[in-house]
């Protein structure tokens, strides 16, 4: 069974840095093969897409794409070899508090459980 484990959210203030992780277990090496991304939601909105990162490369993606919300501050990146993905988030704004999940997708596709981040002084 495929799952999907996120870790890396919490609490931190306006300007300060996090970087969440995913996990995927049950998928091996076909891992390489699948799209990712990032998701956030907060309660009364739609989920809506952070940043993904196309799968298939050989050394850990290919093309990314991000919200422009946060371009420049944001960055996706995985290593196929621990079948992971990351977010690196910096310069963090009160706006960014939300649920973060983890994607990934080929042709079925999961979903994780969801993180907590807070951006609050």
């Known amino acids: 069974q495929v799952q999907l484990v996120e870790s890396g959210g919490g609490l931190v203030q306006p300007g300060g840095s996090l970087r969440l992780s995913c996990v995927a277990s049950?998928?091996?090496?076909?891992?390489?093969?699948?799209?990712a991304s990032w998701w956030r939601q907060v309660p009364g909105n739609e989920r809506e897409l952070v940043a993904g990162?196309?799968?298939?490369?050989?050394?850990?993606?290919?093309?990314?794409i991000y919200d422009d919300s946060v371009k420049g501050r944001f960055t996706i990146s995985r290593d196929n070899a621990k079948n992971t993905v990351y977010l690196q988030m910096n310069e963090l704004k009160p706006e960014d508090t939300a649920v973060y999940y983890c994607?990934?997708?080929?042709?079925?596709?999961?979903w994780g459980q969801g993180t907590q981040v807070t951006v609050s002084s």
């Open positions: 994607n990934a997708h080929l042709n079925d596709e999961y």
């Open positions: 049950g998928i091996g090496s076909m891992f390489r093969l699948y799209g």
């Open positions: 990162i196309d799968g298939g490369g050989r050394n850990g993606g290919g093309r990314r």
